[in-house]
Nanobody, 119 residues
Framework: QVRLVESGGGLVQAGDSLRLSCAAS????????MGWFRQAPGKEREFVAR????????DYADSVEGRSTISRDNAKNTMYLQVNSLKPEDSAVYYC????????????WGQGTRVTVSS
C-alpha cells in the first residue's frame, strides 16, 4: 500500500522559513516524479513545485520561484520543500503527490499539512 505523509507545517510569521517533508512508503521513490501542491481556503488546489525521480530536474510555480527549493533523498524515500520569505498568501494546506508517468495526473496523494503565515 502506497502512503505519502507530509509533515513540517505549522504557524509561522511572515518572513520566516519552513521546510516541509513528504515521506513515501510502498513505492520506490526514484521511479516517481513527485510534486507539491497547495490549497488555500476557498481556492482551487494549485501546483507549487515538482522534482524528477533522479532529482536533477525541478520546476516551480511563479509564486514561489526564487524563494523555494524542492529536493529529495531517494535513499530515505523522502521529498522536501523549503520555502523562504513566507508571505500570508502562502497559507494553505500543502500536499505532496507522486506520479510515474504524467505530470497531468498524479497517482498518489498525501493527506496534507497546514501552513499558516501570520502578517
Amino acid at each position: 500500500q502506497v502512503r505519502l505523509v507530509e509533515s513540517g507545517g505549522g504557524l509561522v510569521q511572515a518572513g520566516d522559513s519552513l521546510r516541509l517533508s513528504c515521506a513515501a512508503s510502498g513505492l520506490t521513490a526514484s521511479e516517481y516524479l513527485m510534486g507539491w501542491f497547495r490549497q488555500a481556503p476557498g481556492k482551487e488546489r494549485e501546483f507549487v513545485a515538482r522534482i524528477s525521480g533522479s532529482g536533477r530536474t525541478t520546476d516551480y510555480a511563479d509564486s514561489v520561484e526564487g524563494r523555494s527549493t524542492i529536493s529529495r533523498d531517494n535513499a530515505k524515500n523522502t521529498m522536501y520543500l523549503q520555502v523562504n520569505s513566507l508571505k500570508p498568501e502562502d497559507s494553505a494546506v500543502y500536499y505532496c503527490a507522486a506520479t510515474k508517468n504524467s505530470v497531468d495526473r498524479y497517482d498518489y496523494w498525501g493527506q496534507g499539512t497546514r501552513v499558516t503565515v501570520s502578517s
